[in-house]
């Protein structure tokens, strides 16, 4: 529930925010393999019975404690050799990560899962302006197909508009989280450029790890005592959510470029609600179809705009 300018310090939607011709077929399944993993991430962070910061810190550092090993054997040359603007937007990349789950993880407890997800994936949205305010202007058929799919999204969830002091901060805090997903996702996409995707996620995990260890230290979040069913949920999320979620999106930004990788996070949500009917038993409403067919038409209008 998930984000990466002229072509110097922002991707545009020519260049490296352009598929390459005829989109790479491993990479739109490497990407479909990421939504799918991100969509089981609500429902199990919901289902998970300890603190959302925990969660959060957990995932990643179970994440780099996955990754290091590996990284530090094959790319140690790469990791040592990294230039110093492209470590500085790795970390800060990783701040904003931090900065996601942080806002993001704890709506879940206080909206609901819905509105949580259909708030949350407002990050090409925000991907959208962030790039047009640096000077990139994205073809009109781009922002027509994200305007489309993020239609797709309210109709399929809709946007809790309760009174609730409670709820009404939760939206907000997964409003917050989308934003930052949208920065996370436009200096990925910079980085990776230059970078391969192990050693950037390794240096973007592991700031998210340390920022989020500070925050839960800070809060007085408690960091164990679960019974083991907790620490498999919150491995599992690590697995899904984390490895191939976040990581292949990493992975398929520099060919997909921010725009359609963004957007096709708004698959997120019919993903989750499918995930929860199957699970946790919460059917969808009858508008999840028609709904699935509108993001579906939105991100091929993203595409398509992005090739022209």
Not at 131 to 158: E, I, K
Request: proline share 5%.
């Amino acid at each position: 529930m998930s984000l990466t300018r002229p072509e110097t310090a922002a991707a545009t939607v020519t260049g490296a925010d352009r598929p390459s011709p005829g989109l790479p077929r491993t990479d739109l399944l490497l990407l479909a393999v990421s939504i799918a993993g991100i969509s089981l991430s609500a429902p199990l962070i919901s289902a998970t019975a300890a603190p959302a910061l925990a969660i959060a810190c957990w995932r990643n550092v179970m994440s780099v404690g996955v990754l290091g090993p590996y990284a530090l054997l094959r790319h140690r040359g790469e990791l040592r050799g990294i230039g110093r603007r492209a470590l500085l937007l790795a970390v800060a990349a990783g701040v904003l990560l931090a900065v996601h789950f942080a806002l993001w993880m704890p709506s879940l407890r206080m909206t609901s899962v819905a509105s949580a997800t259909a708030l949350v994936t407002t990050t090409p949205l925000w991907t959208i302006l962030i790039m047009r305010l640096t000077g990139t202007r994205p073809p009109r058929l781009v922002w027509t197909g994200m305007c489309v799919a993020f239609t797709g999204v309210l109709v399929l969830t809709g946007v809790d508009l309760s009174l609730s002091s409670r709820a009404l901060l939760g939206d907000a805090l997964a409003l917050g989280a989308g934003l930052a997903a949208a920065g996370y996702m436009l200096l990925g996409a910079e980085v990776r450029r230059t970078v391969s995707t192990t050693a950037y996620t390794l240096v973007c995990y592991t700031t998210t790890a340390v920022v989020l260890l500070a925050c839960c230290l800070a809060t007085g979040t408690g960091m164990g005592g679960w019974s083991a069913g907790v620490w498999g949920q919150i491995a599992l999320l690590m697995v899904a959510a984390q490895l191939l979620g976040h990581s292949l999106s990493n992975r398929v930004v520099r060919t997909l470029g921010p725009s359609v990788t963004s957007t096709a996070i708004l698959l997120e949500t019919p993903g989750a609600a499918l995930i929860a009917a199957v699970w946790l038993g919460q059917l969808p409403p009858v508008a999840a179809y028609p709904a699935v067919a509108v993001i579906l038409l939105g991100l091929a209008l993203v595409v398509r705009g992005g090739r022209s």
